[in-house]
């Protein structure tokens, strides 16, 4: 059974179709790279393999269920980190837990022995152990992404989802934050899809390529078959 199952998948916004007619399969444990110029469609897709967004027609299914709403067990990191700049990299980490805590409980949370844990071994997947107690605030533009992974996978996900995670990093910290979520994904055997927008940056790092353009997918493959024009 694949982690992952999109089958023609459209998304239509009026008279603007942002997905059309899309369908692929994605197996246990593979890191995805969805690479594609902006208003292709990238972030339609990832918001409906989230539920966030329903699909106009088809269906996805995650581990065999379909998609029919907000998922607690697929982690989603964002270009905008959404970081609470005032908690430490350790207190933003361990809100990824709170997706099994009520809302009533989170203003007061007492978390578990077991999600703080998560938490410090999520940091220290992404390199900021010795930053635990650092304030996100103060932290710089790749070290907020990498908390931001850190708080994913404190969500204890099945499914990484990541979009534009370095679209406003400089290319060296970009290559820093890619580095250490495909380490967090390998680690964990983690099914990830992460868009990007850059060629350059995908080749080092994905497995397999999914390349989108006006809502389709006009390549499917790995790296030997990625060209520059995708
Ligand atoms: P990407 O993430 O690749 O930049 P998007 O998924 O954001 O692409 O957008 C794909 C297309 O769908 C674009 O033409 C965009 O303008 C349109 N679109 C996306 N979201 C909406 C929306 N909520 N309402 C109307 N049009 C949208
Ligand atoms: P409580 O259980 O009372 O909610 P915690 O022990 O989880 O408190 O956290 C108290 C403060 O100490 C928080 O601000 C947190 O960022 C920091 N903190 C706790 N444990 C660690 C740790 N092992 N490493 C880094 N910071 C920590």
């Known amino acids: 059974m694949p982690a992952v199952s999109v089958q023609n998948v459209t998304k239509r916004f009026g008279d603007t179709v942002a997905v059309e007619n899309i369908s692929f399969e994605i197996p246990e444990g593979e890191f995805v790279v969805l690479l594609g110029p902006s208003g292709a469609g990238k972030s339609t897709l990832l918001r409906i ?67 703080k844990l998560a938490a410090l071994e999520a940091l220290d997947t992404v390199g900021l152990l010795d930053e635990a107690r650092q304030r ?3 932290m710089s533009g790749g070290q907020k992404q990498r908390v931001g992974i850190a708080r994913a996978l404190v969500q204890r996900p099945n499914l990484l989802l990541a979009d534009e995670p370095v679209a406003s990093l400089d290319p060296k910290a970009a290559e820093e934050v890619m580095g250490y979520m495909k380490t967090a994904a390998h680690e964990r055997d983690l099914t990830t899809v992460a868009s ?11 497995e397999r390529y999914i390349g989108l353009r006006d809502g389709q997918v006009v390549f499917d493959g790995g790296r030997d078959d990625l060209t520059m024009d995708v």
């Open 49 to 115: 393999l989230n539920g966030l967004t329903q699909p106009t027609e088809g269906t996805v299914h995650i581990n065999d269920n379909p998609v029919t709403g907000r998922r607690s067990d697929v982690g989603m990191v964002f270009q905008m980190h959404y970081l609470v700049e005032t908690m430490s990299a350790y207190r933003n980490a361990l809100t990824g837990a709170l997706s099994r805590v009520s809302l009533v409980e989170s203003l007061t949370t007492q978390y578990e022995r077991s999600d």
């Open 136 to 138: 996100a605030g103060s």
């Open 196 to 206: 990007l927008h850059q060629v350059n940056l995908a080749r080092e790092f994905g």
